[in-house]
């Protein structure tokens, strides 16, 4: 494993995290544990090194790509993109797509050493300060954000590997490469109990505790233990790791997903009013947004650059590049507004010559489509996607599905030369209420085996689902009662698909539902213009290259080779 530039053996790196609401992360040097040691700042600061690892998909992963690429969310408009090598064959264990292997392992190297070099220092220095017995609080606590945010960091693991070597002390590089899987049941289990005696001990509101430098939102606290428990439940219940189909997983899931939600709701949480909101360079100061979002990854200071708007306003938009276009089957999965049906079911309201007109809500603020105006608000003509517009093929990159993004993107940012406002702060939204109630809806439903079954816990699954739907701004049609379990499932992921899209669920959900046959393929919309003005709408059928063993990620063929007891994933 390649985490011998982070052992200390000496020398540590620290960063501090400002104490203002941009909470971005600031380098500062490399030192020796005895000069850490000598003050509160400097060895409070070490911790937020791990808190930079933290993962975000703007598209700062693989050079504008989002996992949204890699699955049937999205087509990268340059084939050439390292996004194209999960879809087109060129994925392997010696290009193996991810950083999460290295960055993972020295976050949680950096976590156990200072768990265990860090512990039991007094801050002579402090003791007059009268805000000593505060600080002192800080200083104890971060080690149990320690310990959760290494829970983080092992569960990024599993999710991608499953099997991996796990070790909460702190291990020597020799020892390191030495090191064996651990079946990831395993890990999952002492993970949910990790975070278990972390919820118990961490506050539930920093800005409540007067602690100097601690009052920024930035930091893990109680929901986030209760958030990354729910989220590990449901991976840990879902078929791709419940592999002996255990029906008991599926209710610790549903319990621990309802424990957030009754958590969140007890505190004044709920769902944020506006969708789009959540993504506004407001959302995270926005006391309205905040509601529903339970953390929020913020920027590192050299990241708070607006890449995003120019990987992905369309080309034809000063300074445009095109990049992650949705799909036609993620434009399907927006249902009618008035019927609540989608486009190819009876009674559907759908009109094959106006295709866009009268769609869940979500569509518009997600997806930018041939005719919108001021997108971006600098774009003096409305997009133009079929054959020979200007924004559309043959130009090149230019959109290949007939779509480009809005979900993200600031649309005020204007990217030409004379511009003023070309940066705006982008804050990835780690975890919010509606995922969990979607979460609850997958566990509830799977172990009752019906949508309208709350079993003890009062909340049927479409019930839950019908909260997301019901959101102010979208207020979809509302599922009703007696569905069966094969039409719920197809409602229930539709649902998670529109809510979620982009937000680096999907490529995800398919793999742990071991339905990754949903990847071999993807559609596209082919828009031509017609003499009349008129267009007409073609549907193209891609394929891409999906196997069994892509479930799991390939274990890097660098790590393998540095450990010999290290094993590689099957089919890899």
């Known amino acids: 494993m390649k985490i011998n530039k982070i052992v200390i053996g000496g020398f540590t790196l620290l960063l501090s995290i400002s104490a203002c609401d941009n909470l971005n992360y600031k ?7 005895d000069y850490m040691k000598v003050t509160y700042e400097r060895v409070t600061g070490l911790l937020n090194n791990v808190y930079t690892k933290l993962d975000t998909d703007f598209g700062n992963n693989y050079s504008g790509g989002m996992l949204a690429s890699a699955c049937d969310e999205a087509d990268y408009a340059y084939a050439n993109n390292s996004v194209c090598d999960f879809t087109n064959g060129n994925w392997s264990p010696t290009n193996a797509l991810s950083g999460t292997w290295t960055n993972s392992y020295e976050a949680i190297q950096i976590c156990n050493e200072y768990l265990a070099n860090y512990q039991g220092l007094t801050f002579d220095e402090l003791k007059l300060d009268p805000d000593y017995n505060k600080n002192m609080f800080a200083y104890k606590n971060s080690f149990n954000e320690a310990r959760l945010l290494r829970a983080y960091f092992y569960f990024s693991l599993v999710r991608q590997y499953g099997d991996v070597p796990y070790f909460k002390d702190f291990v020597k590089v020799d020892a390191v490469n030495t090191l064996t899987r651990t ?20 506050p539930e509101d920093y800005s409540k505790l007067g602690v100097t430098g601690l009052n920024e939102p930035g930091r893990v606290n109680k929901y986030f233990a209760l958030a990354l428990k729910a989220r590990i439940a449901l991976y840990a219940a879902s078929p791709l790791f419940n592999k002996t189909n255990d029906k008991q997983a599926w ?11 009754d958590a969140c709701t007890a505190a004044g949480k709920g769902l944020c009013k506006s969708y789009a909101a959540l993504w506004a360079e407001t959302n995270r100061t926005d006391p309205n947004t905040n509601l529903e979002i339970i953390y929020l990854r913020r920027p590192n200071a050299n990241s708070a650059k607006s890449d995003i708007e120019g990987w992905n306003y369309p080309i034809g938009v000063t300074g445009g590049k095109s990049g992650n276009c949705p799909t036609q089957d993620l434009v399907d999965a927006y249902e009618m507004k008035a019927s609540g049906k989608l486009w190819n079911e009876d009674g559907s309201g759908y009109d094959p010559a106006n295709p866009y007109d009268g769609r869940d809500p979500r569509f518009y603020l997600t997806i930018a489509k041939n005719g919108d105006e001021k997108w971006p608000t600098t774009n003096t003509l409305p997009l133009e996607t079929f054959f020979g517009g200007i924004n559309g093929e043959p130009t090149a990159g230019a959109t290949t599905t007939g779509y480009y993004l809005k979900k993200f993107l600031v649309q005020s940012i204007d990217l030409s030369e004379s511009s003023k406002k070309k940066n705006a702060i982008h804050s990835w939204v780690t975890f919010r209420m509606a995922e969990f109630y979607l979460n609850y809806a997958e566990a509830i439903f799977r172990y009752t085996g019906s949508a309208d079954d709350a079993s003890s816990l009062g909340m049927t699954a479409r019930e839950a689902v019908n909260i997301i739907r019901n959101r102010e701004g979208v207020k979809m049609p509302a599922l009703p009662t007696g569905l069966s379990a094969a039409a719920f499932w197809t409602k229930y992921k539709n649902e998670r698909m529109v809510e979620l899209a982009f937000e680096g669920h999907r490529f995800y959900d398919l793999r742990r539902w071991k339905e990754g046959d949903e990847l071999k393929s993807i559609t596209q919309m082919k828009l031509t213009k017609n003499l009349d003005g008129s267009l007409n709408y073609e549907r193209k059928v891609v394929n891409r290259v999906w196997d069994e063993k892509m479930y799991f990620f390939p274990i890097p063929q660098t790590e393998i080779m540095k450990n010999p007891n290290l094993t590689q994933n099957i089919g890899w």
């Open 27 to 33: 380098e500062y040097t490399s030192q020796n544990e």
């Open 183 to 202: 079946p990831m049941q395993d890990i999952l289990t002492d993970l949910m109990k990790e975070c278990d005696e972390m919820a118990a001990v961490l």
């Open 251 to 261: 209710l610790v899931a549903a319990q621990a997903n309802k424990a957030l939600l």
